[in-house]
Protein backbone atom coordinates (compact mmCIF):
# COMPACT_ATOMS: atom_id res chain seq x y z
CA UNK A 1 0.00 0.00 0.00
CA UNK A 2 1.09 3.63 -1.26
CA UNK A 3 0.01 6.61 0.61
CA UNK A 4 0.54 10.01 -1.18
CA UNK A 5 0.68 13.48 0.41
CA UNK A 6 1.17 16.69 -2.11
CA UNK A 7 2.35 19.87 -1.00
CA UNK A 8 3.13 23.22 -2.07
CA UNK A 9 0.33 24.71 -3.48
CA UNK A 10 -0.17 28.05 -3.00
CA UNK A 11 -0.95 31.69 -4.88
CA UNK A 12 1.66 32.86 -6.96
CA UNK A 13 1.25 35.66 -9.70
CA UNK A 14 1.33 34.95 -13.28
CA UNK A 15 5.03 34.25 -14.35
CA UNK A 16 6.07 33.60 -11.20
CA UNK A 17 7.54 30.00 -9.25
CA UNK A 18 6.42 26.91 -7.34
CA UNK A 19 7.64 23.46 -6.61
CA UNK A 20 5.21 20.74 -5.20
CA UNK A 21 6.24 17.58 -3.81
CA UNK A 22 4.96 14.46 -3.32
CA UNK A 23 5.72 12.70 -0.12
CA UNK A 24 4.74 8.58 -0.39
CA UNK A 25 4.79 6.19 2.33
CA UNK A 26 5.31 2.33 1.13
CA UNK A 27 8.79 0.47 1.29
CA UNK A 28 7.64 -0.32 -2.78
CA UNK A 29 7.46 3.56 -4.06
CA UNK A 30 10.69 4.07 -5.47
CA UNK A 31 9.73 1.14 -8.16
CA UNK A 32 6.35 2.80 -9.19
CA UNK A 33 6.38 5.35 -12.19
CA UNK A 34 5.17 8.68 -11.07
CA UNK A 35 2.55 11.52 -12.59
CA UNK A 36 1.07 14.56 -11.52
CA UNK A 37 -2.49 15.67 -12.96
CA UNK A 38 -4.14 18.96 -11.95
CA UNK A 39 -8.36 19.35 -12.26
CA UNK A 40 -9.50 23.16 -12.90
CA UNK A 41 -12.81 23.53 -11.82
CA UNK A 42 -15.30 22.32 -14.13
CA UNK A 43 -13.13 21.18 -16.30
CA UNK A 44 -11.75 17.19 -16.70
CA UNK A 45 -8.56 16.17 -15.23
CA UNK A 46 -5.44 16.75 -17.43
CA UNK A 47 -2.25 14.75 -17.49
CA UNK A 48 0.61 17.04 -16.66
CA UNK A 49 4.03 14.79 -16.49
CA UNK A 50 4.84 11.72 -15.31
CA UNK A 51 7.94 10.13 -14.35
CA UNK A 52 9.62 6.43 -14.96
CA UNK A 53 10.37 4.56 -11.79
CA UNK A 54 14.27 5.79 -11.82
CA UNK A 55 14.33 9.04 -13.19
CA UNK A 56 15.97 8.68 -16.46
CA UNK A 57 12.16 8.60 -18.53
CA UNK A 58 9.77 11.92 -18.13
CA UNK A 59 6.76 13.20 -20.14
CA UNK A 60 5.28 16.02 -20.33
CA UNK A 61 1.97 17.78 -21.88
CA UNK A 62 2.61 20.04 -24.61
CA UNK A 63 1.63 23.19 -22.40
CA UNK A 64 4.13 22.51 -19.91
CA UNK A 65 6.73 21.62 -21.66
CA UNK A 66 9.86 24.28 -20.71
CA UNK A 67 8.15 25.73 -18.30
CA UNK A 68 7.68 22.21 -16.20
CA UNK A 69 10.16 20.10 -14.47
CA UNK A 70 9.48 16.50 -12.73
CA UNK A 71 11.94 14.64 -10.61
CA UNK A 72 12.25 12.34 -7.76
CA UNK A 73 14.33 11.61 -5.20
CA UNK A 74 13.59 7.50 -4.33
CA UNK A 75 15.85 8.36 -1.15
CA UNK A 76 13.18 10.38 0.32
CA UNK A 77 10.06 8.80 -1.10
CA UNK A 78 9.39 12.06 -2.89
CA UNK A 79 8.54 13.55 -6.31
CA UNK A 80 8.73 17.22 -7.37
CA UNK A 81 7.03 19.16 -9.78
CA UNK A 82 8.94 22.78 -10.28
CA UNK A 83 6.73 24.81 -11.96
CA UNK A 84 8.26 28.19 -13.51
CA UNK A 85 6.80 31.20 -15.70
CA UNK A 86 3.11 30.27 -14.71
CA UNK A 87 0.31 30.98 -16.30
CA UNK A 88 -3.71 32.20 -15.49
CA UNK A 89 -4.39 28.90 -16.82
CA UNK A 90 -2.16 26.23 -14.88
CA UNK A 91 -4.89 27.41 -12.01
CA UNK A 92 -5.78 24.22 -10.75
CA UNK A 93 -5.61 21.23 -8.39
CA UNK A 94 -2.98 19.24 -8.99
CA UNK A 95 -2.74 15.45 -7.96
CA UNK A 96 0.26 13.18 -7.51
CA UNK A 97 -0.21 9.49 -8.43
CA UNK A 98 1.55 6.47 -8.57
CA UNK A 99 1.97 3.63 -10.90
CA UNK A 100 2.76 -0.08 -10.49
CA UNK A 101 3.93 -0.24 -13.50
CA UNK A 102 7.13 1.36 -13.79
CA UNK A 103 7.19 3.05 -16.55
CA UNK A 104 6.11 6.76 -17.17
CA UNK A 105 2.74 6.77 -18.16
CA UNK A 106 -0.36 9.98 -19.08
CA UNK A 107 -2.90 7.16 -18.53
CA UNK A 108 -5.21 7.95 -15.71
CA UNK A 109 -6.14 4.71 -15.61
CA UNK A 110 -2.59 3.25 -15.20
CA UNK A 111 -2.63 4.86 -11.89
CA UNK A 112 -2.90 2.93 -8.39
CA UNK A 113 -2.74 5.34 -5.68
CA UNK A 114 -3.72 9.22 -5.93
CA UNK A 115 -2.84 12.00 -3.54
CA UNK A 116 -5.53 14.63 -2.14
CA UNK A 117 -4.13 17.35 -3.91
CA UNK A 118 -2.72 20.61 -3.44
CA UNK A 119 -4.03 23.72 -4.87
CA UNK A 120 -2.53 25.98 -7.13
CA UNK A 121 -3.87 29.61 -7.65
CA UNK A 122 -2.17 31.93 -10.69
CA UNK A 123 -3.55 35.28 -11.14
CA UNK A 124 -3.03 37.55 -13.83
Known amino acids: QVQLAESGGGLVQAGGSLRLSCAAS????????TGWFRQAAGKEREFVPA????????YYVGSVKGRFTISRDNAKKTVYLQMNSLKPEDTARYYC?????????????????WGQGTQVTVSS
Open 26 to 33: GRTFSSYG
Open 97 to 113: AAAKTARATSRASEYDY
Open 51 to 58: INWSGDTT
